[in-house]
C-alpha cells in the first residue's frame, strides 16, 4: 500500500508539529523565559502601539469631522499633523484637569490631617487612661512585661547585622530603582515616538498588512482573518468610548449630587471617581475609598452619608448607564462582562480588565455568527403552502348571475 505526495507531506508535519509540542512541554520554563524576554524587548513598541490606538479615535474625529472642509493639496498635507498635534493637547489637556482638580485637595487634606493629628492623638491618649482606670487588670499586665529581662548583648548584635546588611540593600535598591527610572523615561520616550510613526503611516501599514496576508493566506482564511481584525478594531473603539462616556456621567452624576447635599470635596471626589471608573466595574470603588476617608477628615458623619450615596449612584450606574452605554456599545451580556473583568483581572491585572471585554467581545460575535450560520443550515425549509388559483368567471357566467 503505497502513499501519495500529499499524504506523505501531511504525516511529515503531524510528526514536525508532534515533536515541537513534547520539546515545548520538556522546556518549558526555557520557552516561557524566551517569550518573556522577547516581550521585554518589544514592550516599548507595543506600548506605542496602545498610545496609537488611543490617540487614533479623537485624532479620527478631528480630521473627519473638524477638518473636513479643508481641501487642496497643501490643506491634505498639513491635515494629518494639525488632527494629531490637537489630539496630544486633547489628550494632555484632560489629565492636566484631572491633576488640577484632585492634587491641590489632597494637598489641602493631608495638611488638615497634620493639624488635626496632634488633638487626634491626645484624644487616643486620654481614652486610654480611662481605659487603664477602668481596667486595672491590663496595667497589671504591662507591668509583668516590664519585670522581662532582655539579653540586649544579642539584641544589639542582631541590630547591628541588620544596620550593615540594611545599607548595603538600600545602596542596591536605589541603584535599582534609579536605573527602572531612566530605562522607564527612555522607553517612555521610544513608545511615544513610535506612536507618531505608526500615526502618519497607518493607512501605508493597513495596506501592507493586506498584501502580506493575501500573499501568505488561502482567499477564504484571509477573509475570515481581516473579518477579525476588524471587529476586534470595531470593539475595541467602541469600548473605549463607551467607558470614557460612561466614566464622565458617573462623575457628573456625583458632582451634582454631593453638591446638593452640600458634601465636602465635590469637584475632586467626582473627578477622581470619574478616572478610576475607567477600570471596569471595580474602578469607582477605588475613588470611593479615597473620598470617604478624605470626608472622613472632614466630618465623620457626612463619611457614613457618602458611602450610602456611593452606594445607591453604583447601583443606578450598574443597572441602567453601564450596560446601555458600555454593553450595547460592544454587544456584550453583561454576564459575560463580568467573566471577562474576573478572567482579563486574574490573568494580567487592570490592563486585562480592560482588554479582555472587546476580546470577550469579538469571540462572543464570531461564535453567535457561526452558531447561527450552523443552524440555518441543520434547520429544515419551511414548506410553501400551495397558492390557491383564482377563478376568473367567464362572461357566460357573468350573464347567468346577471339574470
Not at 324 to 331: A, E, P, Q
Not at 363 to 385: E, G, H, M
Request: proline share 4%; hydrophobic share 50%.
Amino acid at each position: 500500500m503505497g502513499f501519495d505526495k500529499v499524504k506523505i507531506k501531511q504525516i511529515s508535519l503531524m510528526i514536525l508539529y508532534i515533536a515541537l509540542v513534547i520539546l515545548v512541554l520538556i522546556y518549558s520554563e526555557q520557552v516561557f523565559a524566551g517569550i518573556g524576554f522577547v516581550f521585554s524587548i518589544m514592550m516599548p513598541f507595543i506600548v506605542g502601539g496602545v498610545i496609537a490606538f488611543i490617540l487614533n479615535i479623537p485624532m479620527n474625529m478631528i480630521e473627519k469631522k473638524w477638518l473636513k472642509k479643508w481641501n487642496g493639496k497643501l490643506a491634505e498635507k498639513l491635515k494629518r499633523p494639525v488632527s494629531m498635534i490637537l489630539a496630544i493637547l486633547l489628550v494632555i489637556l484632560v489629565l492636566s484637569l484631572v491633576v488640577l482638580a484632585v492634587v491641590p485637595q489632597l494637598k489641602t487634606t493631608i495638611t488638615t490631617i497634620g493639624a488635626k493629628a496632634p488633638a487626634f492623638f491626645a484624644g487616643v491618649m486620654v481614652q486610654l487612661e480611662k481605659l487603664f482606670a477602668d481596667q486595672p487588670m491590663l496595667l497589671e499586665q504591662l507591668q509583668k512585661l516590664e519585670e522581662i529581662e532582655l539579653d540586649w548583648n544579642s539584641i544589639t548584635t542582631s541590630v547591628g547585622g541588620f544596620l550593615k546588611t540594611g545599607v548595603s540593600n538600600v545602596l542596591t535598591s536605589t541603584v535599582s530603582v534609579a536605573s527602572s527610572i531612566v530605562g522607564g523615561i527612555a522607553n517612555g520616550f521610544i513608545s511615544f515616538v513610535f506612536s507618531i510613526y505608526i500615526l502618519s503611516q497607518k493607512e501605508n501599514l493597513e495596506s501592507q498588512g493586506r498584501r502580506i496576508l493575501k500573499a501568505y493566506l488561502p482567499e477564504k482564511v484571509n477573509r475570515y482573518v481581516t473579518e477579525v481584525f476588524h471587529r476586534l478594531y470595531v470593539n475595541f473603539t467602541s469600548f473605549i468610548c463607551g467607558q470614557c462616556l460612561e466614566a464622565v456621567i458617573l462623575g457628573l452624576m456625583f458632582v451634582v449630587a454631593m453638591s446638593i447635599f452640600g458634601m465636602p470635596y465635590a469637584v475632586m471626589v467626582g473627578t477622581l471617581i470619574a478616572f478610576t471608573a475607567l477600570i471596569p466595574i471595580v474602578g469607582a470603588f477605588i475613588g470611593c475609598a479615597v473620598g470617604a476617608f478624605m470626608i472622613l477628615i472632614e466630618n465623620p458623619v457626612m463619611a457614613l452619608w457618602f458611602l450610602i450615596l456611593f452606594l445607591i449612584l453604583q447601583q443606578v450606574e450598574g443597572n441602567l448607564i453601564y450596560p446601555r452605554v458600555v454593553g450595547n456599545s460592544v454587544g456584550l451580556p453583561s454576564i459575560w462582562v463580568l467573566m471577562a473583568v474576573s478572567v482579563g483581572g486574574s490573568l494580567l491585572g487592570v490592563a486585562g480588565m480592560l482588554v479582555f471585554i472587546p476580546l470577550m467581545s469579538t469571540l462572543y460575535s464570531l461564535l453567535r455568527d457561526d452558531v447561527n450560520r450552523r443552524n440555518a443550515t441543520k434547520d429544515p425549509k419551511p414548506q410553501k403552502r400551495p397558492r390557491k388559483r383564482y377563478h376568473k368567471p367567464q362572461k357566460q357566467e357573468l350573464n347567468e348571475k346577471n339574470k
